[in-house]
């Protein structure tokens, strides 16, 4: 067993420096548009609020809960950007690597795990420097509750592998439900609240909202990274029963329909 988690380390490594090498080595720009895509929203989003206050600094300035705007959007979209990338990435890694499943030592759990640990550095990355601007800018924060942070992170980062691996498996075997991911992925862009906070949301309306896990995922963390902030309607336990279950679904998705998924051209 020692020898097969060995080996498996070194398949991963290598796809990950051809996952790099293939995503970032041709276009420079690869490397910057990680970054540019938050900031790119972060501006758009404060754009509109200018338009409808009348003025950019207003907007700016102003405050969701006792948190910046900027700050608000940002804590927002950096992770819900992760979450959709890994999802991406993990479902298209068999069809990206079909061709290496020839070599014995190489299995399709490989690319996926590979594409996964990927996107966690860039996360890890980007989020450094958004703040580190933001911070720069004049937007300064203080993180209430770093471990609780880590936590919901990780966790969102773990229930993306999971999705990743379903759909993967889903739209391997049924080529017409890879259209409807894009539309799907939009229409949880609307509804996490990455623009807007749950608690500007009518309690009536809130019973349907949360039931998407991305939107306990995205106020939860900040509510453990601003220290005013309150998240009282969303639930712990409701994301990590939701992590539990997309990766034991993805796994088994996987252990039953892999040798299916590598049988189809």
Not at 43 to 58: E, H, N, P, Q, T
Request: proline share 4%; with cysteine; charged share 15%.
């Amino acid at each position: 067993m020692i020898k097969e988690v060995s080996q498996m380390k070194r398949v991963i490594f290598a796809i990950f420096i051809r996952e790099l090498k293939t995503r970032f080595g041709k276009y420079r720009l690869g490397y910057l548009w990680a970054l540019i895509e938050p900031f790119l929203h972060i501006a758009i989003f404060v754009g509109i609020r200018g338009i409808i206050a009348g003025s950019l600094k207003d907007a700016a300035d102003k405050l969701i809960y006792h948190v910046d705007y900027p700050l608000f959007l940002a804590a927002g979209l950096v992770p819900f950007f992760m979450f959709r990338h890994i999802v991406n990435q993990v479902m298209n890694s068999v069809d990206a690597n079909r061709g290496l499943f020839a070599y014995q030592p190489v299995k399709p759990i490989d690319a996926m795990i590979s594409r996964w640990v990927l996107e966690g550095v860039i996360f890890v990355i980007v989020w450094i420097l958004v703040f580190v601007i933001l911070d720069f800018l004049g937007f300064k924060t203080e993180i209430k509750d770093p471990l609780g942070l880590l936590l919901i992170y990780l966790l969102l980062y773990t229930f993306s592998f999971g999705v990743g691996m379903i759909f993967c498996m889903i739209v391997n075997i049924y080529e017409e439900l890879r259209n409807i991911v894009p539309p799907l992925m939009m229409f949880l862009f609307f509804t996490s609240a990455l623009f807007y906070s749950i608690n500007m949301i009518p309690k009536k309306f809130q019973i349907y909202l949360l039931w998407n896990p991305c939107l306990h995922f995205i106020e939860l963390s900040r509510a453990s990274f601003f220290p005013l902030y309150k998240a009282d309607v969303c639930s712990l336990e409701f994301i990590i029963i939701c992590t539990i279950v997309a990766l034991f679904l993805g796994l088994v998705l996987y252990r039953l329909k892999i040798k299916e998924v590598l049988a189809l051209e």
